[in-house]
């Protein structure tokens, strides 16, 4: 089974391109996209069968090898959905290079799965790359100016990020002659954490902080956000900076790194900082997407501030937050491309009343926002909650009152944001405005759908979560 989430979406390119433009722009997305629904009915299949024992590991050449668990399963489901709904909302856009955008989205859940199945630190590093290649395309597919800019930028950024990362492999491989999970791990445990060692943890930590957008390696996220065309700012946001950073760093800490108390200082300052300066900087944004952007930076702050714990509720409280953020930011950002579509313009303060007009697109930004700030009983309140508790226990006091405040800064400006966008008086010049299409409609219900059913079934999902000793 394993295997499978590699070769499916490799098998969908070549069907794709075999034929070359015969098949066709809006078959090449329907293609891709029954790719991405397939892997999450594989997902939810892999889970249950780790849920009943079964192993889901499969060998692969020059000692590399995949594996599937819960953390896993949980990540290439998530992955599925969001991939899935960035594939709806591309026809939108009516995009004319639509056959290269659903190869590069095959390309780029291939990449993804690759990074989260593989149990060896140099495999990790290929799929990290076939990732951000194929992102760096998926940027700049328009051709236009600020989308080149941003794919630069995020082009830099990440080659800084891959000199970093391969010389710590480099020095890890040259201190303990493996770079598989378990050698490494097992090596460590044995003889104990060399300063060579820690330089290579603190390189793949800033260079996957770089991926992952967390602050002060950031500078590349907010402008190849809000530049990338709408189903890529999804994309984007949703997953793909979310697996090469975030999962990244929870995987390596968990299954290669024993986590010191320097290394837990660290991780919740990072965490915390991302936070509170992302909630900030979105504040200050008259830009729609940009301050989703710095929002996406904030909410991963939490991610990592909870997975740096290193406690078992700290955890599982990161993975929630982590498919509850996938979930509400893509919800967000597909609402983002509606209003785009509709009204010509991101820049909020020349919109207002749009909710007369768009009512669909304005009651699921609501629940979009909420979920985000943690109101209750949204999917976000949980994970928020679950996070707060994981740091009371664990007896970062100041960490959990950061966590609260910082909730209350995410509800303001989103309060912001939802007023000056959806609230009030119509403002003159959007009179002809109507609703998005079903292209943005379904994946913005469906979204908000999946917000309000975990949010409400909640207490199930925590049953199941004890079950497994998750928490």
């Known amino acids: 089974m394993p295997a499978l989430f590699l070769l499916i979406p490799l098998l969908g390119v070549i069907i794709i391109n075999l034929p070359g433009r ?199 996220l907010p402008d190849a956000y809000s530049s990338a065309p709408p189903a890529v700012s999804m994309l984007l946001a949703g997953i793909i900076t979310k697996v090469t950073g975030v999962y990244t760093i929870m995987r390596l800490i968990t299954d290669v790194f024993s986590i010191s108390s320097i290394m837990k200082t660290a991780f919740m300052v990072l965490g915390a900082v991302s936070i509170v300066i992302g909630a900030l900087a979105a504040m200050r944004q008259d830009d729609f997407k940009r301050m989703l952007a710095y929002s996406s930076i904030s909410q991963v702050g939490y991610i990592i501030l909870s997975a740096g714990l290193g406690t078992p509720l700290g955890f599982a409280a990161a993975l929630l937050h982590f498919f509850n953020h996938a979930t509400f930011k893509s919800l967000l950002f597909v609402n983002a491309a509606a209003v785009e579509s509709r009204s010509g313009t991101r820049q909020m303060s020349r919109l207002g009343g749009l909710a007369s007009k768009m009512p669909i697109t304005g009651g699921t930004s609501v629940v979009g926002f909420l979920s985000t700030a943690g109101v209750p009983p949204l999917s976000g309140f949980w994970s928020k909650l679950l996070i707060v508790i994981a740091l009371w226990q664990a007896g970062a006091y100041f960490y959990a009152v950061v966590a609260v405040l910082a909730s209350i800064l995410t509800l303001a400006y989103f309060l912001i944001m939802q007023r000056r966008v959806f609230f009030g008086k119509l403002r003159e010049g959007l009179e002809s405005i109507r609703e998005a299409g079903a292209a943005a409609v379904v994946p913005s219900l469906i979204l908000a759908g999946i917000t309000v059913l975990v949010g409400l079934l909640f207490p199930l999902v925590l049953l199941l979560m004890q079950s497994q000793g998750l928490i």
């Open 22 to 220: 015969k098949i066709g722009n809006r078959m090449a997305v329907w293609a891709a996209l029954a790719v991405a629904i397939i892997q999450i009915g594989m997902a939810v299949t892999s889970g249950s069968m780790v849920w009943q024992g079964l192993a889901q590991v499969v060998s692969l050449p020059f000692g590399a090898s995949l594996q599937i668990d819960l953390f896993t399963a949980v990540v290439l489901a998530t992955t599925g959905l969001i991939a899935a709904m960035s594939l709806i909302l591309d026809k939108n856009a009516e995009n004319p290079r639509s056959l290269y955008f659903g190869s590069l989205v095959l390309v780029t859940m291939m990449g993804m799965n690759g990074v989260v199945m593989v149990r060896d630190i140099f495999s990790l590093y290929v799929f990290l790359e076939i990732t951000a290649v194929a992102s760096f395309v998926l940027i700049s597919i328009n051709k236009e100016r600020d989308p080149l800019e941003g794919a630069f930028k995020y082009f830099v950024m990440s080659a800084v990020a891959t000199v970093l990362i391969l010389a710590a492999i480099a020095i890890l491989l040259l201190t303990v002659g493996s770079v598989g999970f378990k050698a490494v791990a097992d090596n460590l445990s044995a003889g104990g954490v060399s300063p060579q060692v820690i330089v290579a943890l603190i390189l793949f930590i800033a260079g996957l902080s770089i991926k992952a957008g967390l602050i002060p390696f950031h500078a590349w």
